[in-house]
């Protein structure tokens, strides 16, 4: 008996998969754009780029907070080879405090590209 019932439910799920993968997907009634959701002004590629390059940039900055204080003094930053976080430490520390967040970060990176831009 329980191999009958588990051979219905097999087929029930593979009629239901089957059905699933027929069904066409709708197209969302508002899409949002890429360039909507980032703070980026350019094409959508461009944004994406910007994007994956701030999350590389996280990955790093935890990977770098031995601590686990949620940021960074300038010998976390030199031992995890984060150079130029700590080249720009006392520009990126605004706050004079001795340590940076992730946020004091971005907000610096975000300064120094539309500095870029402007020139």
Do not use: W
């Not at 799920?13 to 699933?20: H, K, Q, R």
């Not at 930053?77 to 971005?106: P, Y």
Request: aromatic fraction near 6%; charge should be positive; hydrophobic fraction near 40%.
């Amino acid at each position: 008996m329980q191999a009958l019932f588990h051979a219905a439910a097999a087929t029930v799920l593979a009629c239901s998969a089957t059905l699933a993968l027929a069904q066409p997907i709708a197209p969302a009634t508002n899409p949002v754009s890429l360039t909507e959701v980032l703070p980026y002004k350019g094409s959508p590629d461009k944004a994406l780029l910007q994007y994956r390059a701030m999350q590389r940039l996280k990955k790093r900055f935890d990977e770098a907070d031995t601590d686990g204080s949620g940021s960074l003094s300038r010998e976390e930053a030199s031992r995890a080879g984060l150079r130029f976080v700590q080249h720009n430490f006392e520009h990126i520390d605004t706050r004079q405090r001795g340590d940076i967040s992730f946020d004091d970060l971005k907000a610096y990176v975000i300064q120094r590209r539309e500095e870029a831009r402007s020139r």
